[in-house]
């Protein structure tokens, strides 16, 4: 199975910040990579998929990079409701693995 | 638009089988996978497995093998997903999630959860 490994696991920032998110996967993925965002008590939602293609209705401000191994969610300037977790995930192979999650949360 | 909406929550004790369903609308159940994630308490994403409403067998994660049954029934367009023998463990909040995606396979849609509970 592929790991998927995010960092930080946690993290505290103001409104107005500019926040990175990393997701590192076990072996090599090339750009089959999608980022979610969970709110308390939500299911899910895709944000990016494909490594750096943004999901219909998704801000502008989120943004993702990376093919390979390493993978970025860049957040350009952090708003009230985006605080939430976020979570990678590789479609490269089965099974369809998740990162443990980011969450993000204000300082 | 595309809608998924699961059944209710459910309690269950240990060894019990729970089913949850899935119904789908707003698009042709048949064009698209759906998959079954589950989240315990507080915790992180777990990919169960997937389906394709076309027919063919599921795809299920090595960890659900031989507990984890998906169908389909496409005069509904309804997917279910029944696990067996539950343990504690299995105390968890299930969704069904759509497969879009035409290169990469992403989860476009997700349900809204059904919560499974399992305790004496």
């Known amino acids: 199975d592929i790991q998927m490994t995010q960092s930080p696991s946690s993290l505290s920032a103001s409104v107005g910040d500019r926040v990175t998110i990393t997701c590192r996967a076990s072996q090599s993925i090339s750009t089959y990579l999608n980022w979610y965002q969970q709110k308390p008590g939500k299911a899910p939602k895709l944000l990016i998929y494909a490594a750096s293609s943004l999901h219909s209705g998704v801000p502008s401000r989120f943004s993702g990079t990376g093919s390979g191994t390493d993978f970025t969610l860049t957040i350009s300037s952090l708003q009230p409701e985006d605080f939430a977790t976020y979570y990678c995930?590789?479609?490269?192979?089965?099974?369809?693995?998740f990162g443990q999650g980011t969450k993000v949360e204000i300082k | 638009q595309v809608q998924l909406v699961q059944s209710g929550a459910e309690v269950k004790k240990p060894g019990a089988s729970v089913k949850v369903s899935c119904k789908t609308s707003?698009?042709?159940?048949?064009?698209?996978?759906l998959n079954w994630v589950r989240q315990a308490p507080g915790q992180g994403l777990e990919w169960m497995g997937t389906i394709n409403p076309s027919g063919g067998s599921p795809y299920y994660a090595q960890k659900f093998e031989g507990r984890v049954t998906m169908t389909r029934d496409t005069s509904t367009s309804t997917v279910y997903m029944e696990l067996n023998s539950l343990r504690s463990e299995d105390t968890a909040i299930y969704y069904c999630?759509?497969?879009?995606?035409?290169?990469?396979?992403?989860?476009?849609?997700w349900g809204q959860g059904t919560l499974v509970t399992v305790s004496s």
């Open positions: 995930q590789q479609s490269y192979s089965n099974p369809r693995t």
């Open positions: 707003g698009y042709t159940f048949t064009n698209y996978y």
């Open positions: 999630a759509r497969e879009g995606g035409l290169a990469v396979v992403n989860f476009d849609y």
